[in-house]
């Protein structure tokens, strides 16, 4: 990767003059912490410093007790403490770090937020970060962590409103402005202000081409809109600006679905084939799981055969059927077992979800038990070809389904799996409903898939 615009490491006095004192007199600490932000908030690793791996363990070197540190690091690190007992301790250690008394109230309320988080309760983290920012309307630590819960709670607003309140605090030579701006445009994408969200997204490229955020959040405008061939032509203009970041994998994933949703399933294989599995495989993240795994979803329901590509998904989601972290993961996870058709990976994922249900564990619980629960049945129905099970099934939860979190982009999923299931159904109040689901899709953007699937719905079951 290029270098970052901020490369010039902030030290102890630094973070004080822009009100985000840290409770750490070395300097060097400070500088690590810097580098390693700027690496998490732009989704890649710099070689030049270590990667985010090599500023952690230099971070702690020049102070093992350095709390913001701790609670960055363990913040974006995606467990929970009821999952893993040595995770829980770290936690707990940096839960007393925060009561020494020269820890600053700005740090004791993050590890508070990450605590919560840790436990499970998202929103009690984000109400948290909420306030922090109420105070320090330039840390980037809470924007950040805030914008990840909001897109894991799929709460449009709260991902747009949280950054609109604190833009007239970011001045274009604070560090991060890009970075804030290229969040903001998602923000507004995801309620619907793609115009707003459009232009947004291009200041930040201005200011740093290689923002592979705002980049994708360009992705998104085209996708909401209908804007495939702009859409395709942006990203394959700009791919070198972000087939090196952590994010290249979603950017080809959005690519993708451009093709898709014109009909040009050729070139999805290819970038699948070419880019996301190989990412996938390469990385074993779950982040690439869910591109993969939805993608695969996609090109089968449209009658392609995704072949060995399901074992890559497998073997990739097979270590996570337990997790039971974030729905839209293990809505993903169930969409690869099935595909590979390993049913008793299914049948764990389900016991796992109604372990979480029984057990009240967390702010999971509910939405397993309105949401995710049903949706993995319903896909397990539609495996079975009990497709009006499946409709049956998915038609209460329409408005509902934002709770598993993820993009209107991601969720689309949901949508055309309502659409599929609807059309094969062999009753025909069902494939009424999916020409309903398919006139409503057409009213929102300009969509040749809708027209397709309209076709074939007159070809398989006549046009009343
Ligand atoms: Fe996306």
Known sequence: MPPHPHCHWRGAADWKSLGL???????????Q???LLTQIVNHYDDETVGGAAGCIEKMFKADPEFLMGHVVKLGVSGQLVHKDPSFAQDIYKMASLAQQPHVKLWERKHAHAVQKLCEGKPSQAASIWEDILVDKPTDIISLKFLHDMYIMNGLSYGLRDSLARVQPYWKPQLPFYGDVLGMYAFGLEETNMYSEAEKTAKMALDINRYDAWATHCVAHVCEMTGRFKDGIKFMMDTENDWNDNGLQCHNYWHTALFHTESGDFESAYGILDKHIIPFMNKNKSMFSLTDAASL?????????????????????????VEDTVWSYFDINTMISCLGAKKTSDCDNLISQLKHVIKENIGENAAIYRDITLPICEALQAYDDSNFDLAVEIMKPLKY???????????????????IHAALRSSKPENQKYARHLLMERKSQKETPLADRLLQRLVDAHGSS
Request: proline share 0%.
């Open 21 to 31: 004192e840290l409770s750490t007199t070395s300097d060097e600490a400070c500088k």
């Open 33 to 35: 912490f810097d580098a």
């Open 296 to 320: 695969c979803f996609r090109l089968e329901a449209e009658g392609y055969d995704v072949g060995n590509r399901w074992l890559d998904c497998y073997n990739t989601s097979k270590d996570h």
């Open 400 to 418: 509902h389904i934002h709770r598993v979190g993820g993009s209107h982009a991601q969720r689309d999923l949901f949508n055309l799996f309502a």
